[in-house]
């Protein structure tokens, strides 16, 4: 298992604590309801300034099936950390909407670079903004860039952009009574690549919703990647401490 692995699946940590009260699937009857106005719902959902997180993380793909633990503190719209830990410390790392950081006590490397990994792992480009998006439970893509259509399929709200982006198709199912993301997927048919993710069930804590499970299922080919993201502990709105320096000696590795 290359060190690189377990970054990648790192990178895609998110949840919510176990001991708050569970939202699941809504059943009642859904109200139709204009793009426009889902949009401006779902947009002004409230998130918290700080998380600060405890997760366990299961990997699989066409060779290896694993899991690990992962420490995380988020400050919205500024910085990711993440610490790595099988037994010993796998791996620490700090994201911020410039650039990706990492480094390993255990092989005594490090990392600086772009996002371009994550392209590796889930065939879509995604910037910082994306990433934090995708690991809250909101939109990938920003809805209000393009016009939306919507449907009501399977008791939520379907969305789509009416003209679809050049490279790939992207479709978003949201709830029509949290007004979260239920599931999001991209295509592109092209490349016969494909981006799933699942948001099971949410916890309402704090005053806030956020993901208690996340399931994401990239496909390319003959190739697949699996990631089951299961919270935990978690905090919100407190001060964190991101301790974070490249040690001195260490050799610095290309992805």
């Known amino acids: 298992m290359k060190l690189y692995r377990y970054l990648l699946v790192g990178l895609l940590v998110f949840g919510s604590c176990k001991s708050s009260k569970k939202v699941t699937e809504n059943t009642g009857v859904v109200k139709e309801m204009s793009s426009k106005k889902i949009v401006r719902k779902h947009n002004n959902i409230e998130f918290p300034k700080t998380v600060d997180a405890k997760l366990k993380v299961n990997y699989k793909d ?10 995380m503190k988020m400050v919205k719209d500024e910085v990711i950390w993440l610490k790595g ?15 990706v950081s990492f480094y390993s006590p255990y092989k005594r490397n490090y990392f600086e670079g772009d996002f371009s990994m994550l392209k590796k792992l889930l065939g879509v480009d995604i910037n910082f903004t994306q990433l934090q998006n995708l690991l809250i439970g909101q939109a990938i893509y920003n809805l209000k860039k393009n016009k939306q259509e919507v449907e009501i399929v399977e008791k939520s709200y379907k969305l789509y952009p009416k003209d679809q982006l050049t490279l790939f198709d992207i479709f978003y199912h949201i709830n029509p009574a949290s007004f979260k993301i239920e599931k999001q997927y991209v295509i592109n048919s092209i490349k016969n690549q494909r981006l799933d993710v699942f948001y099971p069930s949410y916890i309402a804590k704090n005053s806030y919703l956020f993901p208690e499970k996340i399931q994401i299922r990239a496909k390319e080919k003959n190739k697949f990647t699996n990631i089951d993201l299961n919270l935990r502990s978690v905090e919100f709105d407190k001060e964190l401490v991101m301790p974070f320096k490249i040690p001195s000696g260490y050799k610095e590795i290309k992805l």
């Open 85 to 99: 830990t099988k037994i010993i410390t796998i791996f620490k790392v700090k994201i911020t909407p410039k650039k």
């Open 62 to 71: 066409t060779k290896e099936d694993l899991g690990f633990s992962v420490k």
